[in-house]
């Protein structure tokens, strides 16, 4: 046992429990070996058929443990796992023919005790034998129901490890999906971030522009006023020398002299 604890502290107790259970059995059938009764002789058997069916559980789940642990251990220790388990399932069946020994003796001893001279109580006998077979032919088809049984449940729990583990999976995925989705939100977050402070930037640059534009439209504005104020005051007073003419806007000539005149 403490070598399998240095492999699988799992396999080390299902390993420890079955050694319990053998000495139990080993024990038990030493004592059915002290006992006349047949009747306590009877409820030892049951109770030892119970013990070898929790055994044959426990070594199923010793068999699946070393199959779930191969990948993990090496050749050698694989082996001696394997041979481990050989050596349980010899020792069981060589209980459970033991059992099967006892259970034939015992049927022959109840058969026995009703046998007599007496032709009635022959026939009587002879239905009794009968009914004994057939409880025990009862018996070891519960039994045999019971191992099937067995067998389906593990089916079934393997099918549930199955489920589970393909579930396990999916959660895997859809965990990398959802991360993948975050990472894609935070750069359309980040995106979001960068254009909303170039429009902000922008939005400050057009307002600049447009109170620049602004400022040369008055400017403009005051010009042209100006221009058309000395426009309407030189047509009012053309004679006023104090305004300047304007170029391309002077009054025309009153008198036109002639570079040659004739005599």
Known sequence: MSSLSGISEELAEIDGQISDIFRALSNGFQKLEKIKDTNRQSRQLEELTGKMRECKRLIKEFDREVKDSEIRNDPDTNKM????KQSMIKELNSYVALKKQYAGNLENKRIDLFDGPADDVGEENVLLASSIRRISMTNQ??????????????????????????????????????KAQTEQMSRIVNELDSIHFSIK???????????????????LFLIVVGVIAIIIVKLVNPNNKDIRD???????????KLLWQPN
Do not use: F
């Not at 045999?144 to 895997?172: A, L, Y």
């Not at 304007?246 to 036109?256: F, N, Q, V, Y």
């Open 81 to 84: 796992l394997n041979e481990k």
């Open 141 to 178: 088809q519960l039994i045999d129901n019971g191992h099937h049984m067995m067998d389906e449940t593990d089916q079934v729990i393997e099918r549930s490890k199955k489920v589970v583990q393909d579930t396990i999976n999916v959660g895997t995925e859809t965990a990398g999906a959802l």
């Open 201 to 219: 930037k922008a939005s400050k640059l057009v307002k600049e522009i447009v109170a620049t534009d602004r400022c040369i439209m008055a400017l």
């Open 246 to 256: 304007i170029p391309g806007l002077a009054p025309p000539a009153l008198t036109r």
